[in-house]
Structure formats: structure tokens, C-alpha cells
């Protein structure tokens, strides 16, 4: 348990599309409070819509110029604990709530329904918690950490074919094997003190013992000191900027630390 300070600059020229999509703020969710948050942005008209499941909002910005210049801080409590997966109890399909069943189906980047066999082979003679730390292990073992090596159109089966990648193929990796065993999983955007270099990160939850519980294959993270953010079927669900248009970076930085 602890205060987790949050700090992110963010420049970017824009084209003719002067409406963005953000998803960059702490969510108010189960294992944290946020104590304080303030995002500002020159020359914008704000408006919110709630995030996937609930969790969250996304943050419209109406600009009347063509530079997004945004600074975002806050403060968060974050009161979830660091639980061991093993001994954790997953329930059957047919008995999961509708907020789990969403995150048991295949979706774009996510394509799950292409590993069942290989998950039944795998990690067939072990169930619940004990099964997704085998598949953690797994995805932190045979993927290389590569800066660069995916994009935004990289799908979990180009990951499985190459075997490297980022924060956001490690948790495609977790979530698609995950529920290819029957295990639901979603897609987290979390910040972190522990992530190097500092930036967004991602993660995943699944569903053990009624409730969801975050894991991290890339090992930068752990779940006492992580910020929700969003939460999605994959990365298209929670992209911190959203844009029709031309969008160019000028500069960025995120900076998270123990308060």
C-alpha cells in the first residue's frame, strides 16, 4: 500500500483533425483511490465518456489551434497487495459473470481462438492460478523484450511467430493464451514506477476467485504499486491518444514515482 505520483507531458502537432481521444488519466477502481488529478491542455474544450467495463473515461479535447500540448498529474493510492496466483480458483465458462465473459472471446489483436490447442498441450494438466502463472512464465521466457520489433497492427500470432516484442505484445501473449484456456483476460493500460524506460505500460488481468488480479509477463510491474488506467478486449480498446487525422510527435514524458 502506498502513494504512486503520476506526471506525463505530452507535445503533438496536429493536421486539419483538431478532435482527440485520450485515455491518460487514473481510474477511480477496485485497489485504488486517487487523491488528486489535473489534466490541462491550451486551447481545448474538455468533455468525458466512461472507459471499457466501466473503468475509467476517456477524455475528448476539442482544440481550436493545431498543437496539443497537455500536462497531467496526480496522486494515487493504490491499495490492492501483491497476491500469489497459485491456489487461486477459476470458475467454468458457463458460471462466469457477464463482466468476465466479455474477456473469454477472441478479438483483433487478441485471436485466441487460434492457440486452443496449443494452450490444451501446454498447460492442459494445470488449472486456475497454477495455469496462468505457467502461461506467465511461459510468455516471460520465450519472448524477447525488443524495443521496436511490433507495431500498431502487430498481432498475437506475429508475437508467437517472432517471439519478441514490447509491454504490449507480452500482455496480447498472456490475455490470448489465457483464454484459450478458458481463463478470462483483459488488456490493462497501467503506470508504474518500475518501468524502464519510464512510459505507458501494459499489462493484463484475469479472472481467479471471483474478482480480477493483475500480471505482468514482462516483470517490470507488480500489482501493489500499479496505476489503472484502462482496461479492454486489447490495446485498441485502451490507446492514450486517438486522432482521425495527422498526428506528430514533438515530445513526450512520463515520469512515475513513489510518493
Known sequence: MGRIDIDVAMDYRLGEERVVFLTLEAASAPGQRVLSSRLEIGGAALSRIPGESGIGSRVIARLDHDRLRLAYRASVEVTRLDGTLEGMMAAPWHDLPAEAMTYLRPSRFCQSDM????????????????????????????????????????????????????????????????????IPARYVSVYA????????????????????????PTGMCRPETAVIVAVGRDAYDTAFMENRGMVQLVSQTVSVTRG
Open 115 to 182: 492457440f486452443e490447442t496449443f494452450a490444451l498441450r501446454r498447460f492442459g494438466d494445470l488449472d486456475g492460478g497454477a495455469k496462468v502463472a505457467a502461461i506467465r512464465d511461459w510468455v516471460a521466457r520465450e519472448l524477447s523484450y525488443v524495443p521496436g520489433a511490433s507495431h500498431a497492427q502487430t498481432t498475437v500470432i506475429d508475437t508467437f511467430t517472432g517471439r519478441q516484442g514490447v509491454c504490449r505484445d507480452y500482455a496480447h501473449m498472456l490475455c490470448s493464451l489465457c483464454r484459450a484456456a478458458d
Open 193 to 216: 514506477p518500475e518501468v524502464d524506460p519510464p512510459d505507458f505500460h501494459a499489462v493484463s488481468q484475469v479472472w481467479l476467485d471471483g474478482g480480477w488480479h493483475i500480471v505482468d
